[in-house]
């Protein structure tokens, strides 16, 4: 019960971020209440937490876990209900605001179950949220080259994740294959592509005093790793939405987000 008082308080002092992910959770019970920061103490605080939402103790829309993948169909009941679906398309007409920018911006992160807090973030602005848990697959990469050639501008791709030997190599090779598939197949010498990594970074573990933990040994990238590692979801919510907030209006033209 004192667990769940504790998780609790988290979900209502975050409340405007639901949902939150159960890691994210972990690391405010381990910062505020001194919960053990080992993975069996996570695999436990997991557990409540399902069963907690299995007993509505915790809404379910409080907390994202989800790993289904799935592909939608746009089928229809009959005609009239295609015509229904047409007139709410119309009345939930917004303007890409991104059309008019000299730039396209894109965030990506690498934990899914943020999506929803970093959308609420971007969205005001028409920036695009992905989810890169497949970043170091091929195709992904390609298919961000594509869109950016096919956008015909300059793109910047705003990263969020952990800061740990294989996401910050991760994060490098991407930006090193993207560019180059970039480069080959533009259109014109317009178009070109910049990474930058907005969370998380050696300096945000240190001013927001993170916790930490050694590399890992079986990870062959830790070789020539210093220090120690970090989780983006070690941030907190609010954390995380001010600084993505600001990475994206150091990017924006202001005159033209006007017009």
Same mark, same amino acid.
């Given at each position: 019960?004192?667990?769940?008082?504790?998780?609790? %308080?988290?979900?209502?002092?975050?409340? =405007?971020?639901?949902?939150?992910?159960?890691?994210?959770?972990?690391?405010?019970?381990?910062?505020?209440?001194?919960?053990? $920061?080992?993975?069996? @103490?996570?695999?436990?605080?997991?557990?409540?937490?399902?069963? #907690?939402?299995?007993?509505?103790?915790?809404?379910?829309?409080?907390?994202?876990?989800?790993?289904?993948?799935?592909?939608?169909?746009?089928?229809?009941?009959?005609?009239?209900?295609?015509?229904?679906?047409?007139?709410?398309?119309?009345?939930?007409?917004?303007?890409?605001?991104?059309?008019?920018?000299?730039?396209?911006?894109?965030?990506?992160?690498?934990?899914?179950?943020?999506?929803?807090?970093?959308? =609420?973030?971007?969205?005001?602005?028409?920036?695009?949220?992905?989810?890169?848990?497949?970043?170091?697959?091929?195709? %992904?990469?390609?298919?961000?080259? +594509? =869109?950016?050639?096919?956008?015909?501008? =300059?793109?910047?791709?705003?990263?969020?994740?952990?800061?740990?030997?294989?996401?910050?190599?991760?994060?490098?090779?991407?930006?090193? +294959?993207?560019?180059?598939?970039?480069? #080959? +197949?533009?259109?014109?010498?317009?178009?070109?592509?910049?990474?930058?990594?907005? #969370?998380?970074?050696?300096?945000?573990?240190?001013?927001?005093?993170?916790?930490?933990?050694? @590399?890992?040994?079986?990870?062959?990238?830790? $070789?020539?790793?210093?220090?120690?590692?970090?989780?983006?979801?070690?941030?907190?919510?609010?954390?995380? @939405?001010?600084?993505?907030?600001?990475?994206?209006?150091?990017?924006?033209?202001?005159?033209?987000?006007?017009?």
């Amino acid at each position: 019960r004192l667990l769940l008082d504790q998780a609790q %308080a988290v979900l209502d002092e975050y409340r =405007r971020f639901w949902p939150l992910t159960c890691r994210q959770i972990f690391y405010r019970m381990v910062g505020v209440h001194g919960y053990d $920061k080992t993975e069996t @103490a996570y695999g436990r605080l997991c557990h409540h937490l399902a069963n #907690a939402r299995r007993g509505n103790i915790i809404p379910f829309d409080a907390i994202r876990d989800d790993g289904v993948t799935t592909s939608s169909m746009e089928h229809f009941d009959d005609h009239d209900d295609f015509l229904r679906h047409v007139r709410e398309l119309g009345e939930g007409y917004t303007r890409n605001k991104l059309v008019a920018q000299d730039v396209h911006i894109e965030v990506w992160c690498e934990a899914a179950g943020m999506l929803p807090q970093l959308y =609420r973030v971007a969205e005001p602005y028409s920036v695009p949220v992905y989810s890169s848990g497949g970043f170091d697959s091929l195709t %992904a990469k390609k298919r961000l080259a +594509d =869109r950016i050639c096919a956008i015909e501008k =300059r793109a910047i791709i705003l990263h969020l994740g952990d800061f740990d030997p294989s996401g910050v190599s991760i994060f490098d090779a991407v930006a090193q +294959d993207v560019e180059a598939f970039v480069m #080959a +197949d533009r259109p014109h010498g317009l178009v070109s592509v910049e990474f930058e990594r907005v #969370a998380l970074v050696e300096e945000q573990v240190v001013a927001y005093d993170l916790p930490t933990a050694p @590399a890992k040994a079986s990870d062959s990238r830790s $070789k020539n790793w210093s220090g120690g590692t970090c989780q983006l979801e070690a941030l907190p919510p609010d954390v995380i @939405a001010d600084i993505l907030k600001a990475a994206i209006e150091r990017r924006i033209d202001w005159v033209q987000l006007g017009q």
